[in-house]
């Protein structure tokens, strides 16, 4: 189970006020204001109409991505809420209409996409501590749609995102799978390893990113709202802090992969995106080689860091946010009078009506955490609890969101459980907000009993509900041409190069034969 770590901000107390140190020598940030708050000197745009055009396409998404939405009315009410009590007393034109989703992923993160959706994943929520902090993630965030910021090429690199990640994911399952039959060769439990790491960090490496200042005038606007609508100051600097961990967390898992990679012959004879999209051809046209499949992790994960360098590191790093962020402070809220943060819902010392739901759930994703470490890696704990685990986090009320039911269909497909591990798929995809995960994994089990009218079936529910999203098109193909239809599977292929990503075309002509 991942637990948060306390970590105390830099700032003392004094006298009943912050007192934040001046960090005299903290170069001013391109984003934030020469002088004076932020939020006193914002000038909204008139019109926030036309990018909210764009909503349908950004929530296809992000569906397409993890496991999907949480299907929690009563967090994303709770999260909106927060963000309403941000916004409450700024002057918003009809047309801005931000709106919250919550991304069943264990990554410590948060985004904010060009239509004004703000999304924020289960692994940063858990390692949140008080609301104050989940509201200057908010604040920094919906700074980002009130300043109209929008990542370079953001619908490209997330699809980017979700072509390599989703197809990363996918071997990680067929490989523990392959692991349990005895077909793969030693080094497999590294490669899963790696692959761990890929889902868990390639958010800090794959996610479109704003650029510097931008992320400067919101971090600035962002404390703003949050202190202006009564919250903690010393909150922000706290969730600094934990960015900070996760960035070193990412930088370690980097050089790991690198450095496996150089003890690998096949990483060593080949190099950069090729070399993992050609792993991933050989996930998507469905082919056995345990070597290809013990060294996807590692050329997935180096090609994706390469290939995104550029915008990996365009920001601050956090500890020079922080830096920043604490010069600002100082500078316009010197005086400001300390403020007990407020307990989260799900918070032991919590008396919200919501926290026994809350709270259950919650747990059942940390639960359902814990048995896939076992499902990727069974030196990582035991059958008998990773059995546990899973009945656990398959009950109410839970018992049919994607993240549970999939970690579950994987544990019992690892145990040769076959018609337990179908019928973990089909609550997943009968349930309120299905993966495109639980999707490729249920049709692998109608593709391997060559039932091609079920996987085309499922395959015509995944179009509708991820909107056509290009993560799909290598298995749409695959199914096609498994059901004797080439015609029909090789006439896609012109469609996935419309996307202008040249791994996806690769992956989707080797689907094509």
């Known amino acids: 189970m991942r637990k ?89 034109p009809p047309s801005f209409r931000p709106e919250i989703r919550i991304l069943a992923a264990p990554e410590f993160t948060g985004e904010c996409t060009p239509d004004g959706t703000l999304v924020v994943t289960v692994g940063l929520l858990e390692q949140l501590e008080n609301e104050d902090e989940l509201a200057f993630v908010l604040g920094h965030e919906v700074a980002h749609a009130i300043y109209r910021h929008e990542a370079k090429n953001w619908a490209k690199k997330s699809q980017y995102y979700a072509v390599v990640s989703g197809s990363a994911s996918d071997a990680v399952a067929q490989s523990a799978v392959m692991t349990a039959a005895g077909l793969a060769n030693p080094y497999l439990g590294g490669a899963l390893s790696l692959a761990m790491h ?133 500078r316009e809220y010197r005086t400001a009078v300390y403020v007990n943060p407020t307990p989260l819902p799900w918070s032991p010392v919590s008396a919200s009506p919501i926290r026994p739901q809350l709270t259950a759930l919650l747990a059942h994703y940390s639960t359902a955490e814990d048995a896939a470490a076992y499902v990727a890696d069974r030196t990582q704990g035991t059958d008998a609890a990773a059995r546990m685990s899973i009945a656990t986090a398959t009950g109410a009320p839970t018992a049919d969101h994607a993240y549970t039911e999939f970690v579950a269909a994987e544990y019992y497909k690892l145990g040769q459980q076959d018609a337990l591990s179908e019928a973990a798929l089909l609550r997943a995809v009968s349930g309120p907000e299905p993966s495109w995960e639980v999707y490729s994994r249920l049709a692998d089990v109608y593709i391997a009993r060559h039932d091609y009218a079920k996987a085309q079936a499922l395959m015509d529910q995944a179009v509708a509900r991820f909107e056509d999203s290009p993560v799909l098109l290598p298995k749409r193909i695959e199914i096609l041409r498994g059901a004797g239809r080439q015609a029909d599977a090789r006439a896609l292929v012109p469609k996935c190069r419309t996307y202008d990503i040249d791994e996806l075309t690769d992956a989707c002509q080797r689907a094509a034969g």
């Not at 995106?273 to 994960?301: C, D, E, K, R, Y």
Request: proline share 5%; with cysteine; net charge negative.
């Open 198 to 330: 890929l889902q868990k960090l390639s958010n800090n490496v794959l996610m479109p990113q704003m650029e510097r200042g931008q992320e400067d005038a919101a971090d600035a606007l962002g404390f703003d709202l949050m202190v202006r609508a009564g919250y903690d100051p010393e909150a922000a600097l706290a969730v600094m802090d934990k960015l900070a961990e996760q960035e070193a967390e990412a930088a370690r898992a980097a050089a790991e992969a690198k450095a496996a990679a150089k003890t690998t012959d096949r990483a060593n004879s080949m190099s950069g995106v090729n070399l993992g999209m050609q792993v991933l051809g050989v996930v998507m046209s469905g082919g056995t080689n345990p070597l290809a499949w013990s060294n996807l992790a590692i050329t997935a994960f180096g090609a994706a860091v390469d290939n995104m360098a550029a915008d990996a590191t365009s920001h601050h790093p956090a500890r020079e946010r922080e830096d920043l962020l604490s010069a600002y402070a100082y």
């Open 4 to 92: 948060g770590v306390r970590i105390v901000a830099g700032l003392a107390l004094c006298g009943g006020f912050l007192g934040f140190s001046s960090l005299a020598q903290a170069s001013q940030g391109d984003g934030y204001p020469g002088k004076g708050k932020a939020l006193e000197q914002l000038a909204p745009a008139a019109d926030y109409s036309t990018p909210l055009q764009g909503r349908p396409l950004a929530l296809g998404i992000l569906r397409a991505r993890a496991q999907g939405f949480v299907p929690s009315p009563q967090l994303h009410d709770y999260v909106k809420g927060v963000l309403m009590r941000l916004l409450a007393n700024v002057r918003m």
